[in-house]
């Protein structure tokens, strides 16, 4: 357990340390969130989270593999680059789109290019454990349920990004428990790979917490989705655990739901599903009379409750 808390407490204290330069660096370069009617905040707060979460994530992991040789433990060093890379062009896509703006199809473009990297590293969802049979091979449709999972989660993450602090907790709840899961599968990378994401995301809501000082950006919010999607795929998907299927989806349950209630209900109304609107579970609890502080706090008792589930279904198997 060394390894992992040493990577944990790397990627918090440096995404701690990294956050207030991240926030300076925002202002320089006018990468800020002004205030609208959609909204929630009155205030223009710097948007550049991200950066402070990627150098953190980063440093950590690179900690870890050092640590990790040093202890003689055999990690899937290709793996963890090849996700490491891809989740890389995705910290590069929110940064654009923080700083200049992309339109929706220029980020799923962004997006489709990452999840390629991740499959290219060997990272598929190859097969599908189930009660009956053991094993059902995917065959054929394993990439594009791949690229489906990674974007998906991805813009789960990116889109329930509406309040402060719900975006890098949900992250962290989610990552944790996806942790104590690759444990449990021995999946070493993934589970570096998660324990930085925790630590890099417990060390920025100590600045994004109600009331933000700075807000995660697309380069954050991409980013985090990422890791969750990918390192997911390793750590839970490609095992023989019977429950595989149904882990993550829990664990990610209320991002996924309200993702797939936004791009319905866009849908329904004949409008763009990447449109932005003010129908998210968490405008819900606003307009419910709930303050941001307990919508937030709400929020991430469901996901702890989901994920506490999950990894009690995963230690039964």
């Known amino acids: 357990m060394v390894l992992y808390i040493s990577t944990f407490l790397t990627a918090l204290f440096v995404t701690i340390v990294a956050t207030p330069m991240a926030s300076r660096i925002a202002q320089k370069i006018g990468a800020v969130d002004h205030p609208s009617d959609r909204k929630i905040h009155t205030s223009i707060i710097p948007r550049l989270g991200g950066l402070a979460i990627f150098i953190g994530f980063v440093v950590a992991i690179l900690l870890s593999l050092m640590l990790a040789s040093a202890l003689g433990m055999q990690v899937d060093v290709r793996l963890i680059l090849g996700v490491v890379l891809a989740a890389s062009v995705m910290f590069l896509c929110g940064l654009v789109d923080d700083i200049k703006g992309l339109k929706p199809l220029q980020k799923l473009a962004w997006q489709g290019l990452a999840a390629g990297i991740v499959l290219l590293f060997g990272s598929e969802i190859t097969f599908i454990s189930n009660p009956f049979n053991g094993i059902f091979a995917l065959g054929f449709i ?175 198997r």
């Open 142 to 316: 394993g990439v594009p349920l791949t690229i489906f999972w990674l974007v998906g989660v991805t813009n789960a993450i990116n889109l329930i990004d509406g309040l402060d602090g719900l975006a890098a907790g949900v992250t962290a709840i989610s990552a944790a428990a996806l942790f104590f899961v690759a444990l449990r599968t021995h999946q070493i990378g993934a589970a570096l790979l998660l324990i930085s994401l925790t630590g890099a995301a417990v060390g920025f809501l100590r600045f994004n917490f109600f009331p933000a000082k700075i807000f995660l950006g697309d380069s954050g919010s991409l980013f985090l989705g990422f890791i969750l999607a990918a390192s997911s795929i390793v750590g839970v998907f490609k095992t023989t655990l019977v429950v595989a299927l149904v882990i993550p989806v829990l664990i990610l349950g209320v991002p996924i739901f309200d993702t797939l209630f936004a791009i319905g209900r866009r849908l329904k109304d004949r409008r763009h599903p990447f449109e932005a609107d003010d129908k998210h579970i968490h405008h819900m609890f606003l307009r419910a009379g709930f303050s941001q502080r307990e919508t937030v706090l709400s929020i991430y008792i469901a996901c702890f409750l989901l994920s506490f589930s999950a990894v009690f279904l995963a230690l039964q």
